[in-house]
């Protein structure tokens, strides 16, 4: 038996290449699960760097490859700033699916980097816009659909080491995941009544885009070459490696299966020993 088989998931920020969306939702699709392949999908904001997002044409992709592992899947393109968008995610999803029981609220940047004495009001504000209000937005029209379908619901925010810990230039980026964390406990709370659980997810360094790009910034703020650099994220690791799109997509599996039935508001480290608190 499958552990998902029969259940629908949507996750945001999916349609990437090598992002941990897309891990997600390959581990989901690969557990039985029906997946929705959600992202920005078109550039819409001269804030964001089109190296940073993901392509309609990727997620597109992203879809079919789902498809090969034999569930169903669609691509929905969402921009989780929007209330509006966010409803027609959920509002397309229940079309085709009839219900879903999963929302991963995945989506997130974390490029807008820059000295606290430096850092813009409108990078503060698109970080915050992206990684904060986007996770309440779907969770809000998520939870509402899971209330009313009435059966169980998860859901499953991935928020960063970044969430326990401070880093250096990345006011926005900590707060917001910080802020994720209190998001999580808070709905947690309201949602327990309602069978719905709410868990995050804290990964430490894991190299995807967005991952390379953290890495090759410290790196050179810290004056040292990429290699020696990541050799460094090693060894202070116990388990003396860096993360895997699929120790997250792990973790979630966990989480929204029915051997996690009875953990909510929880805050979990993905980060082989990295962070501990
Ligand atoms: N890579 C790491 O080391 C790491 C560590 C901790 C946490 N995370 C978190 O994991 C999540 C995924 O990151 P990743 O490393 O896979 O990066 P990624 O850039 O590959 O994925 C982020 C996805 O979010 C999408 N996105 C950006 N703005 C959006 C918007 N407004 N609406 C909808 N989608 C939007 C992008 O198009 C992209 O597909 C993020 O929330 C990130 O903060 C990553």
Redesign the pocket.
């Known amino acids: 038996m499958k552990t998902l088989e029969g259940k629908t998931a949507i996750i ?2 999916s ?2 290449d ?4 897309k891990g997600i939702a390959m581990a989901f699709a690969d557990a039985g699960c029906n997946v929705v392949i959600s ?2 999908g078109i550039v819409k904001d001269h804030r ?1 760097d089109e190296s ?3 392509t309609n044409d990727e997620m597109e992709a992203i879809v079919q490859e789902a498809k090969d592992k034999g569930v169903d899947a669609i691509g929905v393109a ?4 929007s209330e509006s968008e966010v409803e027609n995610l959920i509002s397309t999803t229940v079309d085709h699916f009839g219900s879903f029981d999963i929302m991963v609220n ?5 490029y807008l980097m820059e000295p606290l004495i430096d850092f813009k009001e409108e990078s503060w504000n698109a970080v915050l816009d ?2 904060l209000k ?1 996770a309440f937005l779907c969770t809000k029209h998520s939870a509402k659909h899971m209330i009313n379908q009435g059966t169980s619901g998860r859901i499953i925010n ?1 928020a ?2 970044a969430a326990k810990s401070g880093f250096p230039f990345a006011a926005a980026y900590t707060a917001s995941k910080h802020g994720m964390v209190g998001l999580t406990r808070s709905n947690a709370v309201e949602l327990g009544q309602h069978k719905i659980t709410v868990n995050a997810v804290c ?4 190299t ?4 390379q790009w ?1 890495n090759k910034f410290f790196s050179e703020k810290m004056g040292m070459n990429y290699d020696d650099y990541i050799q460094g994220i090693r060894d202070r690791i116990p388990l003396g490696r860096v993360g895997m799109v699929d120790d997250i997509a792990k973790a979630c599996i966990f989480l929204a299966s029915d051997q996690a039935d009875y953990i909510t508001g929880e805050a979990l480290n993905v980060s082989g020993g990295e962070e501990m608190h």
């Open positions: 945001t920020g349609g990437r090598k992002g941990i969306g992202d920005i964001f940073h997002i993901g969402c921009d989780v700033r995945n989506a997130g940047i974390g992206v990684n986007g991935i960063s080491q990964p430490n360094h894991i995807t885009g967005l991952g953290q």
